[in-house]
């Protein structure tokens, strides 16, 4: 008998809502997570100016409507350390600490068929057995720090912004430079910029950013909203990013010009990325109405960056907007009128070495007290592929992944019995609103494993036909966008050497959901239980 009906490895929103679910579902969980804390990416990502894109009324569980109701974010957009206490808050009235196990690096999980049994194996040699292996691990957890010759020589210290001091780091009258102008870049750069003696930003590709128009929650509106929170969930389920977007529901292509640019600029001073984006229908299908869009922003820039060549620098033209993640910021563009910030053009001449005292680029050398890189994430499959995880006849995920991470429903991979990844590869995951993405897994999965218990089957697992069908359609969906014409970690460009493959579903929140409940309701369809 197995130690355990269900491992999860990993306890940010996925793990803590899994060792909830499958607890409450009458089974025995543990969730292994390699973090002194709960938390997952709101653990580890606490640069100063770390905060969701996503408002915090979206960005929360909804499977309670008690917890809905008695927690208060205090801003719009949440900032990490009020994530992190809502999390800590979850699990003390949930009572789930007991099924976490802290600082605990899960290494390897085996299957054994004669058994039906998973081995999961942790850093510090322990081995526990489950019937079920639950990744949780995260879409953005193994993070990358890129190869520059001689940068263990650098004199100052260096930071990865996912791997930041938890007891800050103190850039006061520094030379700092900063590498990574993406969601993460934009959002540290400005407070290392109030502190720093010069911020020196290392741009390779310019992003677009939207502002926030962050805010206090007002505690009347508040009140107003979650007199009907449960129907905006319902909305929330049925959309497209799993957030309710009032879009006008026209393409751009189609309206007069100015009342285009009226809309777009209603949009833009109220703030947020999903509202401006969702605007209108086509922006992220015809390139036609994307251009009128990135052009819209590109005018921003020019009108906020004082200095015409380094707004010229600013402008971002390599891909769609929207194609990438669109990043937000309140400052970021402001910042870079201060004249203790300059903008270096990597591109042009890259970073070509790391000395003691700072940074080569192919055309000069910046003196630099400290180094910090924003510089993104093994996205998607980085952190399942660094365990070593064994499936039937002892094939490997990470092989079995080798010309690009896959599984049927963005849930499991075939070839590895009772086996499920929460928002895993071929899933709305990081192009949704992720805590509402991981709870429809979750409870999917649940529901799955109790299929599986009731009929008293030992396994369930994806077959191949499944998942092949699986994601030739996610990528049938995502050639039909602007999105593939990005260099993104969408589709694993930004890690040297990784198979190019779209791997998140763009088919939208609703559609998925109804798809993974027709093939629930048809008996797990795509599945084979023994
Ligand atoms: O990472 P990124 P991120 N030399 O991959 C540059 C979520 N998130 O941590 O574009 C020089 O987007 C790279 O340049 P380029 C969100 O989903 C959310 O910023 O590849 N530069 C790019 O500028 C987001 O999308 C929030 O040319 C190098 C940057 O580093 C995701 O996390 C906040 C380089 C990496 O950008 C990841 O964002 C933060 C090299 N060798 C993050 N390698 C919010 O909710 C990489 N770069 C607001």
Known sequence: MADLDVAVVGAGFAGIYAVHAFRSAGLTVRAFEAGGGIGGTWFWNCYPGARCDVESK??????????????SWSER??????????LNHVADRFGLWPDIQLSTRVTAATWDPGSSHWTVTTGDGQRRTARFLISAVGCLSAYQVPSLPGLETFAGPWYHTSRWPRDGADFTGLRVGLIGTGSTGIQVAPEIAAVAEHLYV???TANFAVP????????????AFKADYRTYRKQAQESFLGVPIPGTGRPALTEPAEDVQRTLMARWQAGGGMPFLGAYTDVLVDRAANDIVAEFMRDRIRETVADPAVAGLLLPRAYPVGAKRLCQSDDYFAMFNRPTVTLVDIRSAPVSSVAPSGLRTADAF???DALVFATGFDAISGALRQIDVRGTGGVSLAGEWAAGPRSYLGVAPAGFPNMFIVTGPGSPSVLSNMVLSIEQHVEWIRDCVLHADARGHATVEATPSAEDAWMAHV????YSTLFPLADSWYTGANIPGKPRVFTPYLGGVGPYRARCDAVAAAGYEGFVFS
């Open 202 to 204: 290392f741009q390779r």
């Open 212 to 223: 926030n128009r962050n805010r206090a929650v007002d505690p009347d509106w508040e009140r």
């Open 58 to 71: 979206d960005y929360s569980y909804s499977f309670s409507p008690e917890l809905e109701q008695d927690w």
């Open 366 to 368: 910046y003196e630099l």
């Open 77 to 86: 957009y949440p900032a990490q350390p009020e994530v992190l206490r809502y």
């Open 475 to 478: 990528t049938e969906v995502a």
